[in-house]
């Protein structure tokens, strides 16, 4: 603050660290990058989606999903009002694409991270697709909306119009989970992303895997065996892991470790004495 004080939230955030990195100063100072400097998991997110009407800018859909590279798929039926040939509009950052009735009404993909093709412009502002289908009123129509991010700002909005409708954002009450509901209840969504869960660091001749997730019974590293003789222990504790190189990978027996014998918590490092 103005008077030089720091605020009671951070000096408890300031404490924490100081108090993770005294058990793990060895993994930390002094050290460098390993060849290999990280591991990333697939994570995903579910929940109900009342629209599909978001601009995330910079920011995720939520926890543990990335503010970047991530797909979103949303499911579940719609239902017109009017027996009326639709137009359906759509507005993303970076690529969606739109089924109604099993059929493909929009198409506007970009990139993934795969390879495959893109149009530069496409990737340069958001981008829009149209299209038309006949719809009975009254009746759900299975619709499906895949998305996907790449970098930097995130959003995506889906509009239709009829004869009889004015365009607007494809309103809650007329999106349903399953055909089961009677009132709309917005879309199921997942999404999905690679979370960065392990980091690797090289100090004094030594091995560290810092995880940022606790890995449960067993801890599996995608490393070169180690040298004859190595040893791999949790910093913070003095009792050897037992371990094992199985096709290709360093797999720690975690199952001796309780919650109380974690000498720290948010994450935690494990120390490889060599690896060839």
Not at 95 to 119: E, K, M, P, Y
Not at 168 to 184: H, R, T
Not at 251 to 269: E, F, H, K, R
């Amino acid at each position: 603050g103005a008077d030089g004080q720091i605020p009671l939230l951070q000096q408890e955030r300031l404490i924490q660290l100081g108090d993770w990195i005294k058990v793990n100063v060895e993994a930390i100072y002094g050290s460098t990058p390993f060849s290999k400097t990280e591991e990333t998991k697939e994570v995903e997110l579910k929940r109900v989606d009342p629209q599909v009407n978001f601009d995330w800018v910079r920011n995720s859909p939520g926890k543990p999903i990335s503010e970047d590279d991530f797909t979103a798929t949303w499911t579940g039926y719609i239902v017109p009002a009017y027996n009326e040939e639709y137009t359906f509009e759509g507005e993303a950052d970076d690529g969606f694409r739109l089924w109604v009735d099993n059929q493909l009404i929009l198409d506007h993909w970009v990139a993934d991270n795969t390879g495959s093709q893109s149009n530069a412009q496409d990737r340069k502002k958001p981008d829009a697709a149209n299209g038309k289908i006949r719809l009975k009123a009254g009746q759900k129509y299975a619709i499906k909306v895949d998305y996907i991010e790449k970098k930097q700002n995130a959003s995506i909005t889906l509009w239709w119009s009829s004869p009889s409708l004015t365009k607007e954002v494809i309103p809650q009450s007329a999106l349903f989970m399953d055909k089961n509901y009677s009132a709309g209840n917005g879309l199921n969504a997942v999404y999905k992303s690679q979370y960065s869960w392990l980091c690797y660091t090289v100090n004094n001749g030594n091995l560290y895997a810092i995880a940022l997730d606790w890995p449960g019974k067993e801890l599996v590293l995608q490393l070169p065996r180690p040298k004859a003789g190595s040893s791999i222990g949790l910093l913070g504790t003095s009792k050897p892991l037992p371990w094992k190189y199985d096709n290709g990978k360093v797999v720690v027996d975690l199952s001796g470790i309780g919650y109380n014998d974690m000498p720290c918590q948010y994450a935690w490092t494990f120390k490889i004495s060599g690896i060839k």
